[in-house]
C-alpha cells in the first residue's frame, strides 16, 4: 500500500484477539479502492471470496517458498481478477475458493493485484497483510524491515494482576485474583507498595504496544519476567501456527475477557497450554514465595526492540484467619469458581458464626470459614472432593446445578435426563465443573450448559431432550442467547430429541421463526443493483438473483446488510426484468421484482 510513505498499521502479528492471534499487519487504508500491490515477484496460488472470515483474499507465493497473503479486498484486478469473476459466474455461487497452477497468473514485484476493501470480518477498510512460510505458518512481516513502518515507541503497561494458585496461597490475606494499577515513570511502570503474599503467585499483566502518530493499540511479541533476577518464564511470538491459533485462550485470562472485555497474558503455564511460545520454560512458572521479600521484574518488548519494565515485590506474609484487608460487602453472600475451588463469601449474621453446611446427594458436611474480615466470612471448597448442590448459610440457601467433573486431557460422554454430551479429547484447557439449568417460561424451554467463562478448544456434541411437544417445521430452531438477542445454531431433530454441535457453552432456547427477510432497495439501474437486507431471529441462509432469468452475482456485507451487483461484463447494461430472493434459515422467503 502506497510504497514509500509512511504507513500507519492498525494491527501487528501476534497481538492478542479475542478468539485467535493476529496473523499478520493490519495497514490502514484511507477508505476502500486504494491499489493493492504484489510485495515481490512470484505467482498467484489462491484465491478465496467469502462472506465472512477474510472476504476476498489474494495469496502469492514467491521462489524462496514463502506466500504472501492480501485480505479483505473489495476487487481483484488483472487476468486473475477476471478469471474469478467468470468462475462465480459459471459456477454460479457468491463464495468461492480457488487454487492455480504455477505459471497459471505469474505476477512481477510491485504489480497491481486487487483495490483495497472492508470486506469479510473486517472491522473497517484496511489491507490486511501476512508472510506465510512452506510449513503455513504465518511469521512476522517486519522481519523485512519495511521502512515504511516507524516505532520508536515503547510498550504502555496499564495493570498487574496477581492470583492465588492453590487454595494455600493468599494475597493480601485473601484468595483469588486481584489486580493492580501500576505507577509510570517513563518506560518504566511499579507497584508503590509491597504485595503481601503466600503460597504459590501467578502473575498477569495488562498492556499493549503503541507506535508514533496512532490511536492504534499492538500486541507485544516479548515478554520476560524474572524473580530475583532469574528468569523464570519468557514468551516469544514470532510465528503464529494457523491451525493452532485458538490456544490463545489458554494464553489469556479467558475468565477476565468474558466478564469485563480486557485481555490480559498470564505469566505462568496452565496444564491445559499446548502453545509453543516459551522457550526454556519448562515449570508452570507460578511463584513460589519463600521467607524474604521476592523482588519480581516484568520485561516488555515490541518488535523493533523497545522496552519497558515493570517491578513490584513480594512480602511474604503467613496465612491469617483474620484479615482487615476484606473490603466489606452489602450482599447476602457471593460464589465464584478460581480454577478447582469454589470460594463462597457469607455476610456476617452475628458474631458467632456457625459452619456453614455443604449438600452432596443427600449428604452434608460442616465447613469453617477459612478467613474473614469485619463483615463477612470466607470458605474455600475443593471442587475436585466436593461438588455441591447446596450450601446452607445464615443469610440462606445458594443452590447450584453441578453435575459432574470433566477432564480436560480425555474423551468424556455425560448422560442425563436432560442433556447427553461428548467431550473429545483436550476439547477443554482445564478440568470443567459441569452445570445443567432448566427453566420453562412464557412455554418457552431454556437449557443452561456449562458457564460462558469456560473455554471450548473443539466442538462438543449435545443431544438435547426437550420435555415439551414440538410440532417440527423448518420454522422451528435451536438458538443460544447472545446479551439481549439470539444466534442461530444449525441442528437436527432425531427420535424426539434435537443435536447440535458447539463450541461454547452458554443457554440454549428452541424458537420459532416465521417472520421472512426484509429486502430494503437502495438502487437499482442498467448500472448496478444495490439492497439492504435483514432477518429478524434466524439469520440469512442464502440469496440469489437473475435478470431475465440470467444468474446475476451479487456481493453480501454482513456486517450491514449490503447486497451489491457484480455485472460479469462491465460494459454491459443491466436491463429486463430483475428478481432477487433472499431466504432465511428457516425457510422464510422474500422476493422482489421490478423491471429496469
Known amino acids: 500500500i502506497k510504497p514509500g510513505n509512511t504507513a500507519i498499521l492498525t494491527g501487528t502479528m501476534g497481538e492478542l484477539r479475542n478468539t485467535h492471534f493476529h496473523a499478520g499487519l493490519d495497514i490502514d487504508t484511507p477508505g476502500i479502492g486504494v491499489p493493492v500491490l504484489s510485495a515481490d515477484v512470484g505467482y498467484v496460488s489462491r484465491a478465496t471470496a467469502t462472506t465472512g472470515g477474510y472476504g476476498n483474499v489474494l495469496f502469492i507465493t514467491h521462489p524462496d517458498g514463502n506466500t504472501t497473503v492480501y485480505a479483505h479486498l473489495d476487487e481483484f484486478k488483472g487476468a486473475v481478477g477476471d478469471f474469478i469473476r467468470k468462475e462465480r459466474y459459471t459456477r454460479k455461487v457468491s463464495e468461492i475458493d480457488l487454487i492455480f497452477k504455477p505459471n497459471q497468473f505469474p505476477i512481477s514485484k510491485g504489480e497491481l493485484i486487487a483495490l483495497s476493501g472492508n470486506t469479510g470480518g473486517s472491522g473497517g477498510p484496511h489491507l490486511h497483510f501476512e508472510v506465510r512460510n512452506e510449513n503455513n505458518e504465518a511469521i512476522n512481516p517486519l522481519t523485512y524491515e519495511f521502512a515504511e513502518v516507524k516505532d520508536n515507541l515503547a510498550p504502555v503497561v496499564f495493570k498487574v494482576a496477581l492470583k492465588t494458585m492453590d487454595n494455600d496461597s493468599r494475597i493480601n490475606d485473601q484468595f483469588g485474583r486481584f489486580e493492580f494499577s501500576v505507577v509510570k515513570n517513563g518506560n518504566n511502570y511499579s507497584l508503590p507498595y509491597p504485595i503481601l503474599a503466600s503460597g504459590r503467585?501467578?502473575?498477569?499483566?495488562?498492556?499493549?504496544?503503541?507506535?508514533?502518530?496512532?490511536?492504534?493499540?499492538?500486541?507485544?511479541?516479548?515478554?520476560?519476567?524474572?524473580?530475583?533476577?532469574?528468569?523464570?518464564?519468557?514468551?516469544?511470538?514470532?510465528?503464529?501456527?494457523?491451525?493452532?491459533?485458538?490456544?490463545?485462550?489458554?494464553?489469556?485470562?479467558?475468565?477476565?475477557?468474558?466478564?469485563?472485555?480486557?485481555?490480559?497474558?498470564?505469566?505462568?503455564?496452565?496444564?491445559?497450554?499446548?502453545?509453543?511460545?516459551?522457550?526454556?520454560?519448562?515449570?508452570?512458572?507460578?511463584?513460589?514465595?519463600?521467607?524474604?521479600?521476592?523482588?519480581?521484574?516484568?520485561?516488555?518488548?515490541?518488535?523493533?526492540?523497545?522496552?519497558?519494565?515493570?517491578?513490584?515485590?513480594?512480602?511474604?506474609?503467613?496465612?491469617?484467619?483474620?484479615?482487615?484487608?476484606?473490603?466489606?460487602?452489602?450482599?447476602?453472600?457471593?460464589?465464584?469458581?478460581?480454577?478447582?475451588?469454589?470460594?463462597?463469601?457469607?455476610?456476617?449474621?452475628?458474631?458467632?458464626?456457625?459452619?456453614?453446611?455443604?449438600?452432596?446427594?443427600?449428604?452434608?458436611?460442616?465447613?469453617?470459614?477459612?478467613?474473614?474480615?469485619?463483615?463477612?466470612?470466607?470458605?474455600?471448597?475443593?471442587?475436585?472432593?466436593?461438588?455441591?448442590?447446596?450450601?446452607?448459610?445464615?443469610?440462606?440457601?445458594?443452590?447450584?446445578?453441578?453435575?459432574?467433573?470433566?477432564?480436560?486431557?480425555?474423551?468424556?460422554?455425560?448422560?442425563?435426563?436432560?442433556?447427553?454430551?461428548?467431550?473429545?479429547?483436550?476439547?477443554?484447557?482445564?478440568?470443567?465443573?459441569?452445570?445443567?439449568?432448566?427453566?420453562?417460561?412464557?412455554?418457552?424451554?431454556?437449557?443452561?450448559?456449562?458457564?460462558?467463562?469456560?473455554?471450548?478448544?473443539?466442538?462438543?456434541?449435545?443431544?438435547?431432550?426437550?420435555?415439551?411437544?414440538?410440532?417440527?417445521?423448518?420454522?422451528?430452531?435451536?438458538?443460544?442467547?447472545?446479551?439481549?438477542?439470539?444466534?442461530?445454531?444449525?441442528?437436527?431433530?432425531?427420535?424426539?430429541?434435537?443435536?447440535?454441535?458447539?463450541?461454547?457453552?452458554?443457554?440454549?432456547?428452541?424458537?420459532?421463526?416465521?417472520?421472512?427477510?426484509?429486502?430494503?432497495?437502495?438502487?437499482l439501474s442498467t448500472a448496478a443493483a444495490r439492497f439492504k437486507i435483514k432477518d429478524n431471529l434466524s439469520g440469512i441462509a442464502y440469496f440469489e438473483a437473475n435478470i431475465n432469468g440470467q444468474w446475476l452475482l451479487m456481493v453480501y456485507d454482513y456486517k450491514n446488510g449490503i447486497l451489491k451487483s457484480e455485472k460479469l461484463d462491465s460494459t454491459k447494461f443491466l436491463q429486463g426484468d430483475f428478481e432477487l430472493k433472499v431466504v432465511d434459515q428457516a425457510g422464510n422467503e422474500s422476493i422482489f421484482k421490478q423491471k429496469i
Request: hydrophobic residues 35%; contains cysteine.
Open 201 to 523: 503467585i501467578g502473575v498477569e499483566v495488562l498492556a499493549h504496544d503503541k507506535m508514533e502518530n496512532t490511536r492504534f493499540r499492538y500486541g507485544i511479541n516479548y515478554i520476560d519476567m524474572l524473580v530475583d533476577s532469574q528468569v523464570v518464564f519468557k514468551q516469544t511470538i514470532d510465528k503464529v501456527n494457523l491451525s493452532e491459533s485458538r490456544n490463545i485462550l489458554a494464553l489469556m485470562d479467558y475468565r477476565t475477557l468474558e466478564l469485563k472485555g480486557v485481555r490480559y497474558n498470564k505469566l505462568y503455564i496452565d496444564d491445559g497450554n499446548r502453545l509453543d511460545y516459551y522457550p526454556g520454560v519448562t515449570k508452570k512458572s507460578s511463584i513460589l514465595i519463600g521467607d524474604k521479600d521476592t523482588p519480581v521484574d516484568i520485561l516488555l518488548k515490541d518488535y523493533n526492540g523497545n522496552v519497558s519494565k515493570v517491578h513490584f515485590t513480594l512480602r511474604p506474609n503467613q496465612r491469617v484467619a483474620e484479615t482487615p484487608l476484606l473490603s466489606a460487602s452489602g450482599k447476602p453472600f457471593e460464589t465464584e469458581i478460581h480454577e478447582n475451588t469454589l470460594k463462597v463469601s457469607v455476610k456476617l449474621c452475628n458474631a458467632e458464626e456457625k459452619p456453614i453446611e455443604v449438600w452432596q446427594k443427600g449428604k452434608s458436611t460442616s465447613i469453617k470459614y477459612n478467613y474473614r474480615g469485619s463483615n463477612q466470612q470466607v470458605y474455600l471448597i475443593n471442587l475436585l472432593n466436593i461438588l455441591p448442590d447446596s450450601i446452607q448459610t445464615c443469610q440462606g440457601t445458594i443452590n447450584f446445578n453441578f453435575k459432574d467433573r470433566i477432564p480436560s486431557a480425555t474423551e468424556y460422554k455425560y448422560y442425563s435426563d436432560l442433556a447427553d454430551i461428548e467431550f473429545p479429547n483436550q476439547s477443554l484447557y482445564d478440568t470443567a465443573f459441569l452445570s445443567i439449568a432448566y427453566d420453562t417460561l412464557n412455554k418457552q424451554e431454556s437449557f443452561a450448559l456449562g458457564s460462558r467463562t469456560i473455554p471450548l478448544h473443539k466442538n462438543i456434541a449435545v443431544t438435547l431432550k426437550p420435555k415439551l411437544n414440538y410440532f417440527q417445521s423448518r420454522d422451528l430452531g435451536l438458538y443460544r442467547k447472545e446479551g439481549r438477542g439470539f444466534a442461530y445454531v444449525p441442528s437436527e431433530w432425531k427420535n424426539n430429541r434435537i443435536k447440535f454441535n458447539t463450541r461454547e457453552f452458554g443457554e440454549f432456547m428452541l424458537l420459532r421463526d416465521t417472520v421472512p427477510p426484509v429486502i430494503t432497495k437502495i438502487g
